[in-house]
């Protein structure tokens, strides 16, 4: 017998009911407000929220989500390695960044290139200047 299925039967328990406990969610206010994520680390991060979204679908039988989210991690983490950076690698993931946001991906690839629009200005404003 594992020793989740021991300690729930225990009345003092904290072992949350997983049948009742989304992962996710609870990985978001109960782990990490005791294993604040910069102490976790941004690559174990990753895989406790890959692996808990991962939960939350076989929990709810999406399976295609499921698979959608783990073939996504694999190919990421095989890229990764391949490429030896995680800078092409990230953008495989379907698991949301750390970054707390309501912009949208689409509004944020506007919003960096008219940022290094914005720089390229300033840039050649500057170097007209020094002339």
């Not at 904290?14 to 989304?22: A, I, M, Q, S």
């Not at 800078?87 to 970054?99: F, G, K, N």
């Not at 290094?116 to 840039?123: F, N, P, W, Y």
Request: net charge positive; with cysteine; charged share 25%.
């Amino acid at each position: 017998m594992n020793v989740a299925l021991q300690l729930r039967g225990r009345a003092d328990s904290k072992v949350p009911d997983w049948n009742l406990v989304r992962a996710y969610p609870w990985l978001q206010t109960t782990f990490y407000a005791r294993h604040p994520p910069q102490k976790v680390g941004k690559r174990n991060c990753k895989e406790l929220e890959t692996l808990a979204i991962a939960l939350d679908h076989l929990q709810e039988g999406e399976f295609a989500q499921l698979g959608d989210t783990l073939m996504q991690r694999f190919k990421a983490t095989i890229e990764s390695i391949t490429s030896e950076t995680w800078a092409m690698a990230q953008h495989q993931e379907l698991i949301p960044s750390e970054d707390v946001t309501l912009t949208n991906p689409t509004e944020r690839r506007l919003l960096a290139k008219a940022e290094q629009q914005s720089q390229a200005l300033k840039a050649a404003l500057e170097s007209g200047r020094r002339r």
